[in-house]
């Protein structure tokens, strides 16, 4: 039966998340621990009659001995650590394919300037692609694959039980169509995202018992989006989000779970904004993981994305830190420091970055989710009209359209 619904998730990933037909070209991401589950994805294309197919595998222990043993001249002169082929698949027209397989805590014991410093050589070398992304110039997604490094930091009998995990959470199961299944969900959040836009929202205010007193103004033509458009780039996805006015973010929020990133976990920390920026921080936990990301460049210590999910979302009510963004963000409300949306403004995506900026949406290389949602979590919005008007209380969307 697993093997029966792994095939079903993968077949799933092409048909019900990135919309692919006849023809059409695919370009697959990930690491060695998702190999077995990337030749099932190539056959299920291959059904479908997609047989023009690249793949990027980096090799996680490699990757790993490099850090460890290698200067970071070296390290970015390796052909194994070029991402450079993303520009390439981008501007060919594929669609990509990213599978999630994360080694929570690998990289520990490397040293986090490092890290931060490499990923921000990879990031700039990848700027087309980014560029194409941010105009919605083409079909991508990221969808979450198991591996046994990962379920046993979730303290898991196996990988088995952690495929579980995915296959509930994205409605995977033997007997419903999946792409039936999330296209009901999605016609709901994208009901969510338009009456958000209907208020005519000056800003909001975050309150709860953390310690989170945020206030987050939002740009003139502000829209709120949710996964509904012409492929999901996220699954699973629960969430609404719209970009800040990058400019225009006080106070102090504080995390609500762990981040993992890049290997390594960032834990109960928190983030004090003064005119957009981050102006102070500590973590208890990877606090130079996080000084790493908000240092990447000038975007990275200001916010581009508000992202609001009931705290009761399916994923929530599992009830388990799963210590990946990609299903962690869809259980609770979260922020990301860094790159904006350009969806998530009035013809956003015929203006050039420039243009953005001026109009109040952030720029960076980096673009990274983080959690707040919690139980006591309130949401206030200021209309533009001076009306008050409660989004969300108990963590929980409040009113009913919503």
């Known amino acids: 039966m697993l093997a029966k619904q792994i095939r079903k998730y993968a077949r799933f990933l092409l048909v019900g998340c990135l919309a692919l037909n006849e023809g059409e070209k695919l370009f697959i991401t990930g690491n060695k621990e998702i190999e077995k589950f990337a030749d099932i994805v190539i056959e299920e294309a291959h059904n479908l009659k997609i047989t023009d197919i690249e793949t990027l595998i980096t090799d996680s222990s490699y990757q790993k001995e490099i850090y460890l043993t290698k200067s970071y001249e070296e390290i970015i002169k390796d052909p194994k650590m070029d991402k450079t082929k993303y520009n390439q698949m981008a501007k060919e027209g594929y669609a990509f394919l990213s599978l999630s397989s994360p080694l929570p805590g690998y990289l520990k014991e490397i040293d986090p300037n490092l890290l931060a410093s490499v990923q921000k050589y990879i990031n700039e070398s990848i700027k087309e692609f980014r560029e194409y992304q941010d105009k919605d110039l083409l079909k991508w997604n990221i969808s979450a694959v198991p591996n046994p490094y990962w379920a046993k930091a979730l303290h898991l009998k196996n990988e088995e039980e952690l495929w579980k995990y995915i296959f509930e959470i994205c409605l995977i199961d033997e007997e419903n169509d999946p792409v039936k299944l999330w296209k009901e969900k999605l016609a709901k959040l994208k009901k969510r995202a338009e009456y958000l836009n209907s208020l005519k929202i000056e800003k909001l205010i975050y309150k709860n018992s953390l310690g989170t007193n945020l206030e987050i103004f939002l740009p003139e033509n502000y829209l709120f989006q949710s996964a509904e458009g012409k492929n999901i780039v996220n699954m699973p996805t629960e969430e609404v989000f719209t970009s800040p006015h990058y400019a225009k973010t006080?106070?102090?929020?504080?995390?609500?779970?762990?981040?993992?990133?890049?290997?390594?976990?960032?834990?109960?920390?928190?983030?004090?904004?003064?005119?957009?920026?981050?102006?102070?921080?500590?973590?208890?936990?990877?606090?130079?993981?996080?000084?790493?990301?908000?240092?990447?460049?000038?975007?990275?210590?200001?916010?581009?994305?508000?992202?609001?999910?009931?705290?009761?979302?399916?994923?929530?009510?599992?009830?388990?830190?799963?210590?990946?963004?990609?299903?962690?963000?869809?259980?609770?409300?979260?922020?990301?420091?860094?790159?904006?949306f350009g969806e998530c403004m009035k013809d956003g995506l015929q203006k050039e970055p420039e243009e953005l900026k001026k109009l109040g949406l952030n720029s960076s290389k980096n673009h990274v989710d983080f959690f707040i949602g919690t139980e006591d979590l309130t949401i206030e919005a200021i209309l533009k009209n001076g009306e008050k008007r409660m989004i969300m209380e108990n963590g929980n969307f409040k009113e009913e359209n919503l």
């Open 250 to 340: 006080n106070g102090m929020v504080y995390s609500s779970k762990p981040l993992e990133y890049q290997g390594n976990l960032i834990e109960d920390f928190h983030l004090e904004f003064k005119n957009g920026k981050v102006v102070s921080y500590d973590a208890k936990k990877g606090k130079e993981i996080l000084k790493g990301i908000l240092e990447t460049d000038e975007g990275s210590s200001y916010l581009g994305e508000v992202a609001l999910v009931d705290i009761s979302s399916p994923i929530a009510r599992i009830n388990k830190i799963f210590l990946n963004t990609l299903i962690d963000e869809n259980s609770c409300c979260h922020l990301a420091l860094g790159q904006s």
